[in-house]
């Protein structure tokens, strides 16, 4: 007992301290969620009329980046199976920052989620036996099911092999193997649900498409290993890890592929959808080219495009792509452009024109912005001290007592 | 039953569903200032779900529901629980020639259910179409056409409200069941059962359900005493809400608001399981439509052009 207090104190005392630039960094965070917080208590006290959503558009950035994010943490997965089915060693060093990616990207996700409710504090209304969870019917409990679970099994596998490493003791994959094998799927379920939330609703001709399944897990695909590979440079600069250049490389040449299977899969969708021009075609054609005079979120898909292709072509030429400036810049682009895709430039015009054939435009206001940047923050937050620990560990820096017996 | 109204924490403990709710709500619950909490405040927080509750336990529910709203509008609202009369699926009709778009059904039905003058929430929008070969193009309606210069020749109007689905999108895709469809057809909202995540709004083909964005906004003597638990009595900040066929008339065997008020007559009510009413000789005798056939949602809300 005595142990796990101890070790716990020094976690915790290991996690918050650092250099100069390690602190300045966690003060800008807590600063961002201070304002965050600030804004949803606001929001919470005055009601969501603080957001810029209404009726018409009954959904809006909070859930875009919910669904940006659901993307970001499957594709943790791409790691995985590399690392462990096919035994390619510079990843499998790396695999458990892409299980955290994961872990603060569902934590985010459950945050955007919260902080859409109207009722928050009625939220175990949505659990089994205390509450009257509608399943197998709502797409929305699932989505609840598959998020927590994922959060759970990553939250194992890097607690596990972080305590083994600490404690001294050998690392058994062959305890946690089945772990890792669930967890594949298990990534490829989350987002697959989350697409048939949406695909589901025959109510909005927009979503109501088979292919935005595989849309959205193409796109996860280029969106999360994008982020991972700037997290990853930017952690063996700052701190003692080792990553290679050639996890690096692998991790943007899959991107690649994903990018181009989602910018075909566009292709296919637009052509169905313009080609037929049924009246199914509104919200899209609102999307791209506007309705009636009305197009805000044109710009933004457009330059969304634009990003995807550059990114696509810097990511799939090995020339562009394992030389660190193309490639960062390549990184960056990518996930501009699938946070444009698939956050706004998804959730909104599924609501424009809405079920009634009016044209509402949303655009978030300074609270929605304010509460996003602090979610933001948060997850950054998470990340940093499950990374600044995890670090420590690899790294020697830190070690547990090893009388603890718990596993 | 002695639960719902229990308020000593020791004593409720021994409820075992209580006990599960506290525990797995650790978080929730502790936030709470138990001790100070009034009891109005524990019992509605861990409100069962409506269909969970017997008779006793509704009635306990309403007064302590009327206590509130006695506080809150310092007024006695009436909230009954009225049952759906067996036997009995109600149905609505619209003739459109007859339509004028005056909107007088928006705002009756806008008093008589309550609904947030500021921000405003109408359960009825009237669509303005153009009587050209577009027939109803959703895409060129009209909502917010000029009352003042109605009807105009060159168009006709479209009243729509919840549709009252036999197969609800709303309710397939409520995570929490807060919405369900009575026996008598009817699709409710419990608003104190609903999280407000307004999953079931990007669901409805109809643009039926409305949010309370904040908290709402009614004058306190316009507020209609006569209320049901699951249509018009006051509704919360962050729940959502609709049309009920104005569920505290028509169980009692009164018309809808909106029907009572129709200066021409366009709007037709009554039970679709009596092949004597009224609706049953519409949608016999009439070239009758439901809008967005399409989607299968199959409403029992039927316009027709009787002229």
Not at chain 1, 4 to 33: A, C, E, M, P, Q
Not at chain 2, 1 to 12: H, R
Request: charged letters at 20%.
């Amino acid at each position: 007992m005595n142990d796990l207090k101890s070790n716990f104190l020094r976690t915790v005392k290991y996690t918050f301290s650092g250099d100069k630039r390690y602190r300045l960094w966690l003060f800008i965070l807590f600063s961002v969620i201070f304002f965050g917080i600030a804004a949803y208590l606001r929001q919470l006290n005055t009601g969501l009329i603080t957001t810029a959503m209404r009726d018409q558009v009954s959904w809006g950035y909070y859930i875009a980046n919910f669904t940006f994010l659901v993307g970001v943490a499957a594709a943790a997965v791409l790691l995985v199976i590399p690392a462990y089915l096919y035994d390619f060693k510079p990843i499998k060093e790396i695999v458990l920052f892409g299980e955290m990616v994961a872990i603060s990207a569902v934590v985010m996700c459950i945050l955007f989620v919260t902080a859409d409710m109207g009722q928050p504090l009625r939220a175990w209304h949505i659990l089994p036996l205390i509450g009257s969870m509608n399943f197998p019917s709502s797409l929305l409990v699932w989505d609840v099911i598959v998020l927590t679970g994922y959060l759970v099994i990553n939250s194992i596998l890097v607690i596990y092999a972080l305590h083994r490493i600490a404690t001294g003791k050998e690392y058994k994959l062959a305890l946690i193997w089945p772990l890792i094998l669930i967890s594949i799927p298990w990534a490829v379920s989350i987002h697959t649900v989350t697409a048939f939330l949406y695909s589901g609703l025959a109510a909005r001709p927009f979503w109501n498409a088979s292919i935005l399944a595989p849309r959205f897990l193409a796109s996860a695909f280029c969106s999360g290993p994008a982020i991972m590979l700037i997290i990853f440079q930017i952690m063996r600069k700052v701190s003692k890890i080792e990553i290679e250049d050639k996890a690096i490389f692998k991790i943007a040449e899959l991107a690649a592929y994903a990018m181009g299977i989602s910018l075909f899969l566009l292709a296919a969708e637009i052509f169905k959808e313009f080609y037929s021009g049924t009246v199914h075609l509104a919200p899209m054609k609102y999307l791209y080219f506007g309705l009636h005079g009305k197009a805000h979120l044109a710009p933004w898909i457009w330059t969304a495009l634009v990003f995807n292709i550059i990114s696509f072509v810097l990511f799939l030429l090995p020339r562009t792509r394992e030389n660190f400036m193309y490639l960062n810049i390549g990184a960056i682009l990518m996930i501009l452009g699938v946070y444009i895709e698939k956050g706004m430039g998804l959730v909104i015009p599924g609501f424009i024109p809405d079920t009634l054939g009016e044209i509402y435009q949303y655009w978030p206001t300074m609270s929605e912005i304010l509460i996003t940047l602090g979610i933001w923050a948060t997850g950054a937050l998470v990340y940093t001290l499950m990374a600044k620990l995890a670090i420590g560990i690899y790294t020697g820096a830190i070690r547990f007592t090893t009388e603890i017996t718990s596993g | 039953m002695t639960k719902k109204e229990n308020n000593e924490p020791g004593k409720a403990m021994i409820d075992r569903r209580l006990f599960l709710k506290s525990t797995a709500l650790g978080l929730a619950g502790t936030a709470l200032p138990l001790k100070k909490a009034r009891a109005s405040i524990w019992n509605s927080f861990f409100q069962e779900h409506f269909s969970e509750m017997d008779d006793g336990e509704i009635k306990k529910v309403l007064e302590r529901l009327e206590q509130e709203n006695q506080k809150k509008y310092g007024r006695n609202i009436d909230i009954r629980a009225d049952k759906p009369i067996e036997g009995v699926k109600f149905a609505y009709a619209l003739d459109l020639s007859r339509c004028v778009g005056c909107r007088k059904c928006v705002y009756a039905c806008v008093s008589e259910n309550n609904q947030s003058r500021n921000p405003q929430i109408h359960w009825i929008s009237v669509l303005k179409f153009k009587k050209d070969d577009k027939w109803i193009d959703l895409e060129n309606a009209d909502r917010y056409y000029d009352p003042n210069l109605v009807p105009e020749d060159d168009s006709f109007y479209m009243p729509v409200q919840c549709q009252q689905c036999e197969d609800p999108p709303c309710v397939k895709v409520c995570p929490t069941q807060a919405t369900w469809k009575e026996k008598d057809g009817i699709i409710v909202v419990d608003y104190n059962w609903c999280i407000g995540c307004r999953y079931c709004m990007a669901a409805c083909p109809y643009g039926a359900r409305h949010f309370n964005w904040s908290k709402p906004g009614i004058p306190k003597d316009e507020i209609n005493p006569n209320t049901h638990y699951l249509g018009n009595r006051p509704r919360y900040k962050g729940v959502v809400e609709k049309c009920t066929f104005c569920v505290q008339r028509t169980r009692v065997g009164k018309y809808p608001a909106c029907v009572e008020v129709c200066p021409v007559g366009a709007r037709k009510f009554g039970d679709l399981l009596d092949p004597d009413s009224e609706i049953r000789y519409i949608i016999e005798n009439k070239r009758v439509f439901r809008l967005k056939e399409d989607l299968n949602t199959i409403p029992k809300f039927y316009y027709f052009f009787a002229t």
